[in-house]
Every structure is written in structure tokens, then in C-alpha cells.
């Protein structure tokens, strides 16, 4: 199925919900994917819900198919949402295009909806299109959704492990995560703690039903992590006429404090924490701290409501600003402060970094992929850890210029060149390895009376 036009290299197909061109980590790490495609000279195709059927050609190898979509029903709704019946049915635009291009690989990025094209392409139900390798790049933790989203503790946990283990692991041939923390979901899934007689008979089940690969789990799980835009995100934007600027459109002091948080203002950000850190920093009355929010987010009224009954004009509002504007904010702001300790991954804090501007993150996560004590200030996800970290931040200047000089260089060793190198080099290993073991992947006939608890995980 390769295609020796394009000198044999891997042609992909990558197909996400959460997708908005100019924002997001996601959107950031697929933007950085269909640039290296015109770099390393590859096809590339990108499915996206959008609000009409349209084609964007991004550069000769790269382009991305837009499908109408409705607003998500639920979580975020500023994104849009493909729902399965859009892939299910013959005809569909969906079914066309994968048809049309023919991938050797197909990435889902996404556990919910669209996981079912990876269900119908593995049982079969995909003929026309024969079986390319199916891979899911797992961009977030399902039970940190639930927590955020439906409900938490042990009940959230039960939930998202059984549907990990016993449907979003077996339907894939290999898994992507962003970082380290991020696949421990899929190793927790199928911690033996967790299988009991029951379980490991539902997991016999669902895998033999669903003719999952005949191969030890611990080789189907890889992390790649991201990379930051390093020729856009850089120190030297610093200057003294954008900070005024700055200050001047956020109706702030030249003496304020200026700190800066970029991302998405939702519950799974952990966006309380700002507020709160904020109420502590405005108990200081020599000092005047400043919060500048650019993005938005379901949390957003909330967090204007909060702040205008407890700390009128500490927090502000900047709504979504474009990538220079907001290098240029990164770079001219005092610190930065990022308050999601279950982070899958943190492009923000990164880009933070790669501008020279001191960080404040909790000291756990994805984030912990770059971030280290070193480099940036980790501190405990609560109000007076952040409120400490700031002051030290603002009243010592040594450690401060010491810490965003190697933030600096953790920066440049994480770039998107990097990033996608390493992200292209990993799918070449795994479609040779798809493709020298295929029997073990694509035999659904031998999986259905396969023995995946002993043989595959090996428990006993």
C-alpha cells in the first residue's frame, strides 16, 4: 500500500475532534505535523470537524479535509464534533476520503466518537479500504476528563480503566502519547492490581471479540513528546514598547506585576486555583499583582463573576490572541503560571519557557516531561505554593535570570523540528513493524480463541 511516487515513504491519515487552527496543543502539535510534511517530503491528511465540507492544501504534501460538524454537546462547546454516524454509513464524506487517499496509517486522535472508525476498520467493517495501521495518539488521560467532566474518584477510575482496557487498547495496533504521564493510563489499565478473575475474563472477551494484535502490550505503547515553535517563541521579542502595550490594552501599571496564563479557561485546567492564588497575591498591598488570561473556556464567566465580587480588576480578560501577538505577551510578561497539575503535556508552559519568562507550574503531570526544579518553579497545585513561588520569583532576581537561562535551553532541546523528526522516525518503526509481524495484528480469525491475559500480558 505504500506509495512508491513518494519514494515509499508512510502515507497518514490523522483524524481528531479537537481541532481549532490557530489555538490549542492540539491544534499546535497537528499544525507542526503538516509543516514537517513538506520538510521530510511526505503526504500527510488531516481530518477535521469545521462548520462546511471544505479543503485546505497547506503545502504540496500536507492538507486538511474540514467536515461539517455540530458544536459539542458536551465538555468544551467552542469545538466542534464528528459523531460516528458521519463514518458509518456508505457514502459518507469521511468513508470517501479514506477511500480517496488510501493511507498506510490511519491515527485516531481522539477516545470517544471517532475511536468507532478504528472499531469498524479492525472488525472488518471497512472492506474497500483493506487494513492499514491503526494508531491513537493519546493526547489527554481519560480519567482526568472524567474527573473534570462527569465524576471523579474511585467510581471515575473504575469507569475510564475498563474502558481503556477493554475497548480503546485492543482497537488500536500501537499507541502515541504525549508524554510519559500520559501513558501511564494505558499501563494502569492493565496493572494486575487491577485483574481480577473477572476482569481478566472480560479482557479475554473484548479482545478476542474485537481481534486485537497477538502482542505483548509493553510494545504497543510509545511516547512522543511535543515540541515547541522556537523561530516564533524566543526571548529577544522582549522590548520596552510591547510591554507597554501590553499594559496599556490590559489597563494595568507600569509598576504591576504582570502575570499571564495562556490556555483553555475549563474545569479540567484546574482554573480555580488562579483565582484563588490571585486572592492570596492581593493580601500583599506593596506589591500590585496583575493576572492577564488570554484564551477562553466554559470556566471564563465564572472566573469574571469570582473576581469581580472578591478582587475587582486582579484578573483580566484578553480572549483569544493570534501566535505573534501572544509570543510577544509571553516574552514581555513578568511570569508565567500554568495551574493544571494533571497536564497531558503543557505546550504553553514550553513556549513560556522558550520566551525567557519565569514559570510557576504544579510539580506534577506531563509537564514534568521538560520542567524540572531547575528550570522552572514547581511548586504543590495550591494557592500558597503559587503565591510563594511568585514572591520569590519577583524578590530574587540571581535565581530567576539562573532559572530562565536553562529554561532557555530546555526550550531549544524541545523544539517542533524535534518533535516531528522523532514523531516520523517512530511511525516508520512501528509500520515496519506492522508490517513484518502483520499476521499477529490483522489475524482476527486466530484472535478469537487467543489467550491475550497470559500471553500478551503475561500476569501469570
Known sequence: MISSANNEKLKSVHITNY?????????TSYNNLLAA???????????????????????????????TARQSPVFDKRYRMIMPWQFMRKNTPIR?????????????????????????????????LGRPMLVHFSCERMDDNFASFVVGGKIGNWIARNIMRNYEFPIHDFHLANSVYTAEEFYASLDPIHLGNTAQKILNFSWQ??????????????????????????????????????RRRAEVSENAVVLLYAGRVSPEKNIELLFEMMKGLSENRSTDYRLLIAG???????????????IPGKIIFLGHLDKELLADYYANADIFVHPNPREPFGIAPLEAMASGVPVVAPDSGGILSYATNENVWLAEPDPQAFVSAIVEITENEPLRAA?????????????RERSTDNLFATYDRLFEDFN?????????????????VNRCLRLL
Open 96 to 128: 470517501e476520503i479514506l477511500l480517496e487517499e488510501k493511507p498506510d496509517m490511519i491515527e485516531v486522535c481522539d477516545k470517544y466518537t471517532l475511536s468507532f472508525l478504528s472499531a469498524m476498520i479492525r472488525t472488518n467493517n471497512f472492506k474497500k
Open 209 to 246: 471479540k474485537l481481534g486485537s494484535a497477538r502482542v505483548d502490550y509493553r510494545e504497543r505503547i510509545f511516547v512522543c513528546p511535543r515540541g515547541v515553535n522556537a523561530q516564533v517563541f524566543r526571548a529577544d521579542r522582549k522590548s520596552a514598547s510591547t510591554r507597554a502595550e501590553m
Open 436 to 452: 513484518r509481524r502483520k499476521e499477529l495484528f490483522v489475524d482476527r480469525e486466530a484472535a478469537k480463541t487467543f489467550d491475550f
Open 403 to 415: 532559572k530562565i537561562s536553562r529554561a532557555i535551553i530546555t526550550a531549544n532541546e524541545n523544539t
Open 37 to 67: 510534511a513538506l520538510r521530510h517530503r511526505r503526504y500527510v491528511r488531516l481530518i477535521v470537524p469545521g462548520a462546511a465540507d471544505e479543503i485546505e492544501d497547506v503545502n504540496e504534501f500536507a492538507r486538511i479535509y474540514y467536515i
Open 19 to 27: 481541532y481549532h487552527k490557530n489555538s490549542g496543543g492540539i491544534s
Open 296 to 310: 477562553d473556556g466554559p470556566s471564563v464567566e465564572w472566573v469574571r463573576r469570582k473576581t469581580a465580587q472578591n
